[in-house]
C-alpha cells in the first residue's frame, strides 16, 4: 500500500452510492473528491447538509439543482477530472453509457449488479476473484444475491464440501423508501423462469459451481431471504460446516436463540449496534437453523440487500486502482475499518 | 351409494367449518343437521341469516348466544343425536377432548390437521388413502399445506418418477379476517427448524416418500406458496410431467401467460368464476415456470390453505361412512358437485 | 317500467365493468348485450368461462385476442349496434376519447368516477339526483369515495342536520389484485393538497355542502375507511343521528359489538354471507363507535372501492334509458334485485 | 447548572429505554450508571457489545442472564444505589409496582406513558409544563401521539390562534422489530372509542385544550401520521400559523416538494442524515401541505414514535433532578446535544 490515497468519485448518489461513499470516506487509503447526481431532492440536499462536494452529473442539470439550492461544485467532467476510479451507482442502464466518458478521462470504473456483465468482461466478489480484477480498467460488483451466494457456495467450496446446490430466494419487493409505482401487497410474486438469473449471475463470477435458484418476491421491503438445499460431496457434521462458514470473510452468525427469530430482528439489532443507517454487511446466517443430514445440507440466512455489496465495492477499488495485490489484505483492509463482524454478539 | 343420506353435523364454525358446511350442502348423498359453536360474533350470526341451524357447543354458553340474537336450536348431545358423522372443526387442542363424547354418542368424527395424528391413528387425504379409512370411527385430514405436498408428490410417485422432494414452503402468516394478535408485519419468519413438520406430517399419510420440507412465513393473508426441487428415479421430458399432474385429481393449471402472475392474481380469479367465497379447491401448479433439467423437476404451486382441504373433508365423510368404497368415485361425486377444475381457464 | 327491456353494453371488463356485468344481469328490466375489452388474460377469458358474449373494443385486437382462445363475437360497432346504453369502464382517460362515437352510434353512455365532470356536464349519485339525469345521453358515476361521501352527508342534509362536514379519508393503496408497479408498502402516502379532490367532486353532486376532505393512502388492498367530523345545524341525540343514516339508501349498520372491528373482518362477513365476489354495495357505518357530543358528531364507516358504484351504474343505466322516472323506485328495483341490506346481521 | 453530573439509572432496556441510555450518555450534565433488564436475547447482548453495565432487575434472573454469557454487574437495588434519577422503561403496568421501591431507595422517578397519569399524579411535556415538575419526586412523559398533539396545540395557542382542534391519528400498528403476535396485516382497526384516549391524555397535561382525536391502527410499523382540522380564534395567513410553529421547540419542517411525500421517505432521510438508529426526535410537519381557509387550518405531520418522546425525557430528569430551574435553558441543551432541527435540510 502506498502512501498516496486512491482519489474516488461516486457518480450516483442513491441506495448503494451514499453507502459507497460513506464506506469510502472510511477508508485510511482513499479519499472520496465528489459525488454526482441529477436531481435536487432530499438525497441530494443531505448529502449538502453533510458537507459532501455535489456535482452535476449532467451538464443540463446544473441550473435546476443551484435553483433548488444545492452549491452545485462543477459537472461530471470535473469530477472525473479529480478521480482515479470512479464508482458507477447511476440506475440500471444508465451507467453503461457512461464508460466510454470514464474511458477517455481515464479513470477506472466500478458498475454495479444491474448492468450486464458483458459490459466490463469482468464480474467481481472480493474472496472469489479479487485478483483477477488487479490491472483491468473495469469491473461489475455483482448484486446483493449474487455476492450472497458466492460468498457463503465458496466457503463450502474451498472448504471442499460442495457438490451441488439449490436454493430458493425469497427477496425483498421494494426499497422502504420507495412510496409508488413499485411495490407489492399482500402476496408473493414467483419469478417466471426458473433458474432464476441469480444463478446465471453467479456462474459469471465462479464458472464452475452447480447451483440453481428460484427466485420470488414476498411483501416486505427490506433484506432478502435465501434457503439453501445443499449435497455435500461427503457426509460431514455439522461443526464442520459451520468452520467452513466461520472460515469465510463477511458471514456473520445469527441465533433464534437470541431472539433473532425473523428478518425484522436482525435490522433492529443492527441499530442497536449503533451500525450506520442501521446498516449489515455480512450474510447473517441462521446458526441453530443449519442441519446436516447425511450429505444434505440445509440452511438460510439474510441478505441486507442496500449494504451487502458496500465492502465488495471497496475491495473492488483497490483491485482496479492497483494499490493492494493480495485480496485477503483488502479485505482486511475494508472490513476493519467498517466494523465487519463475524458474531454480532460475541465478545 | 344408498338411497339414504349421511347426516353431518359441523362442529366449530369458524374458516374450515363454514366451508365444510357449504359443501356438505352440495352433496347429492349428505345432509347436513346443523352446526355447532360457542360465540355470538358476526360469523354465527351470518350463518343464522343464512338459515342454518345453530347448536350451543357448550351448554353454558347457550343463554349468551340467545341474549345475543341467535336462535340456539339446541346443545351439542342435540346435535350429535341427530348425525352419523361429525366434523371437528374445533379450535387447535380443543377437538382432542371432544372424542369421547363423540363415540359415546355413537357417531364417526372427522378432525382437522390442527390436531395430532396419534389421536385418531389415521391421517387422511383422499387420493392417498382413501379406502383405509374405510370402517374407521375416526380420521384426521391433514393440514392445507401438507394435503397439497400429497398431492403433488403422489401424482408424481404414481406415475413411477419420484426418487426425493425438497421443498420450500413460503406460508401466509395469519388469516385474512384475523385484525389482532397474530399478524406479522414487513418482514419474513422461518421456521427454526428443518425439516419443518409438514414433510413429517406427510409421511403420516405415504410413509415411504422421501421428502424434506424448510418453512417460512411471509408477509401476506392469502394462500400458501411452495417451491419444489425434486430429484426423478431417471430423466423425463416436460410433458410427461405435466402428464403425471394432470392424472391426479385436484391440480390445476394456472399460466403466468395469462397474467396469473403472482398469489394474489389467482385469488381474484377465483372470484371472476363466481367460487363461493373465492374459494380454491385445488392446488394451483404455474405450468409455464416448470422446469425439468435431466432428472432434476422444479416447480412451484399455490395452495388455498382455507379451503383445499374441503373436498378431503367431503371424502372423508363418505369412507367413514362406508357408503362409498372407491376413492376414485367419491372424489368423482365431492369435484362434481363443488365445480372442482383441472383448468380454471381451459373451455 | 315498459316491457322492453334496456339492452346494455359493457366497455371495459375490469374492477367496475366487471361488477356492472354482473349487476346487470341481475335486473329484471335490463338484457346484457355484451362486454368489450382489448386485452387476452385471466379476466377476459373467465368471462369467456362464463358465458358471455365478447368483443374487441379495438379492431386490431380482433386477431390476437383469437389466437389466444378468445371467441369474439364481434367488434365495438357490433357490440354499440345492439345496445341502448353503454357503461363505459375503460381506464381513465380512454373513456372520454370514446363519447363521439358512443353518439354517434346513438348510444347513451355511462361513465366512471375517472373521467371528469366537464366531459358528461353531469355527476350522478341516485339518492341525490337521479331526476336530473333523466333525458340526458350521458352521465359520470363519481368515485367510490365521493359517492360514499355524498349519501352520508345527504342523508344528514334531508333530515335538516348538517351544517358542515370535515372528514379525513384512509384509502386503500391499490386494488388486491394488483402485483406490481401499484403498491405502497409499510408507510402512509399523504394527498398533498387539501382539500382533496374528494370534496370537490362531492360538490359536482351536491354544490351547496360545505365539505373538506383531506386524504391519504394506507398499507392496505381493500376498502377505503372514512373519518368524519360534523357540525350539526342544532344540539342532536345520537337516535335521530342513526334514524337519519336509516331512512337513506345503501347504507348498512355494522357494530364493533359483532367482532367488526376492522376493515377485514367486513370482508369476512361478505363471504360469510355469500355476496358474489365478496361484494359490498352499501357503505358500512359504525354504529356503536358513532357519537354526538352537543352539536359536533363523529363516525367513520368503511367503503368497498370495487362494489359501492355498482347500484349507481345500475340505476344511472335506467336514468339514461327513461325507463323509471322516479329514482326511490330505480333504487328499489336494484337493491331488490342485488340483495342490498339495512343491516348485514339483524333478521 | 451544578457541576455535579446527574446520576441516571434506565430500568427496562426496550424501545424506549436502549434511546433514553443513548440520549442520557451524550449529555454534557448527565452520567449513565447502568441499565436493569430482566431478559437474555439479542437487545441486552447488544447492550453488552457497547460496553453498557447490564443489571438484573429481578433478583432471580441474575443466573439464567450470566448463563446466557451476560456479565450481570448487580440487582435493580445496587443500581439504584447509584441513582439520582431512574427512567422506568419497563412495560406498561410494570413499572407501577416499582415506584414504592423507588421511593424507597431516595432515588427520583420518571414514568413512560403506557402508565396512568395517577401513579405519578403529573404528566409531563417540556414546552408546555417543565417547571411544574419541579422538585418532584415523580413524573410521566406521556405517549408519543399525545407529546405530539401537546407540542403542536400548544405551538398554536402560545401564538394565541387556537380555538379548538379536531385530529385523525393513523397510528403504526406495531413495532419495526416484532415478528409475532401483535401485527395486522391488510386491513386499517379503527379505535372503538371517540373521543380517543390521546385527546383524554392531552388534557392532563394541558387541561384548557379544546381537543377531541379520533384513532385508528394502521398497516404500517413505523411512525403515527396525525390530520388535523383546526378552528383558529380569527383567519390568519399561512405563514402565520408557519411561524408559530416555527417558534415552538422541536417541530420540524418537511417538504412534498423535496421528494418527501410519504412516512418512509423521512425515515430514510433521517438515515441519510447520520442519525443513530434512523431516529427522529421531532416533529415532522408537511410545511407545503399545509393550508388556511380563513379561519380554518389544515395540517398533517408524523411522529416517529420510538423516539419522538426521547428529549422529554432528558428535560424530564434535569426537572426532577431541579439542577436546572428553567424549561428553555433544559430544552436547549437538551437539543444542542441530540442535535435537534428546525428544519432538516435548510443550511
Redesign the interface.
Known amino acids: 500500500m502506498t502512501d498516496k490515497k486512491i482519489r474516488v468519485a461516486v457518480n450516483g448518489y442513491g441506495v448503494i452510492g451514499?453507502r459507497v461513499t460513506d464506506a469510502v470516506r472510511l477508508q485510511p487509503d482513499m479519499e472520496l473528491v465528489g459525488v454526482g447526481d441529477v436531481?435536487s431532492?432530499?438525497?441530494v440536499?443531505?448529502?449538502?447538509?453533510?458537507g459532501l462536494p455535489v456535482y452535476a452529473s449532467l451538464p443540463e442539470k446544473v441550473d435546476e439543482m443551484k435553483a433548488a439550492?444545492i452549491p452545485v461544485v462543477g459537472t461530471l467532467d470535473d469530477l472525473l477530472a479529480q478521480a482515479d476510479v470512479v464508482v458507477d451507482c447511476t440506475p440500471k442502464g444508465i451507467g453503461a453509457r457512461n464508460l466510454e466518458r470514464y474511458r477517455a478521462a481515464g479513470v477506472k470504473a466500478l458498475y454495479q449488479g444491474g448492468e450486464e456483465h458483458s459490459l466490463t468482461g469482468h464480474s467481481f466478489v472480493a474472496q472469489a476473484n479479487y485478483e483477477t480484477a488487479l490491472g483491468r480498467d473495469a469491473t461489475r460488483i455483482v448484486s446483493c444475491n449474487t455476492t450472497s451466494t458466492v460468498r457463503t457456495l465458496t466457503a463450502l467450496r474451498d472448504a471442499g464440501l460442495l457438490k451441488k446446490a439449490?436454493g430458493?430466494l425469497?427477496r425483498r419487493?421494494?426499497d422502504?423508501?420507495?412510496?409508488?409505482?413499485?411495490?407489492?401487497?399482500?402476496?408473493?410474486?414467483?419469478e417466471?423462469?426458473?433458474?432464476s438469473h441469480q444463478s446465471v449471475d453467479t456462474q459469471t463470477v465462479v464458472p464452475d459451481l452447480d447451483v440453481?435458484t428460484?427466485a420470488?418476491k414476498?411483501?416486505?421491503?427490506?433484506t432478502h431471504?435465501h434457503?439453501w438445499?445443499v449435497e455435500l460431496t461427503r457426509p460431514a457434521s455439522r461443526e464442520e460446516v459451520l468452520e467452513a462458514f466461520r472460515a469465510a470473510p463477511r458471514i456473520a452468525f445469527i441465533r433464534?436463540s437470541?431472539?433473532?427469530?425473523?428478518?425484522?430482528?436482525t435490522?433492529?439489532?443492527m441499530?442497536?449496534?449503533?451500525r450506520?443507517?442501521?446498516d449489515m454487511w455480512e450474510v447473517a446466517l441462521?446458526e441453530?437453523?443449519l442441519?446436516v443430514?447425511g450429505n444434505?445440507l440445509?440452511y438460510?440466512y439474510q441478505v441486507y440487500n442496500e449494504a451487502v455489496v458496500i465492502p465488495e465495492n471497496v475491495d473492488a477499488i483497490r483491485a482496479l486502482a492497483g494499490t493492494v495485490r493480495d485480496g485477503r489484505e483488502s479485505i482486511r483492509i475494508t472490513d476493519e475499518a467498517l466494523g465487519v463482524r463475524h458474531d454480532?454478539?460475541a465478545?
Open positions: 451514499k436531481v431532492d432530499y438525497r440536499k443531505a448529502a449538502v447538509v453533510l439550492g439449490r430458493v425469497v419487493a421494494t422502504p423508501w420507495e412510496s409508488d409505482h413499485s411495490g407489492i401487497m399482500n402476496t408473493v410474486v414467483p417466471p423462469h426458473i433458474p440453481v428460484i420470488a414476498a411483501a416486505h421491503t427490506q431471504n434457503y438445499v433464534m437470541d431472539g433473532i427469530v425473523a428478518l425484522n430482528s435490522i433492529e439489532l441499530k442497536d449496534l449503533g450506520p443507517r442501521g441462521w441453530d437453523v442441519t443430514n444434505e440445509y438460510t454480532f454478539l465478545a
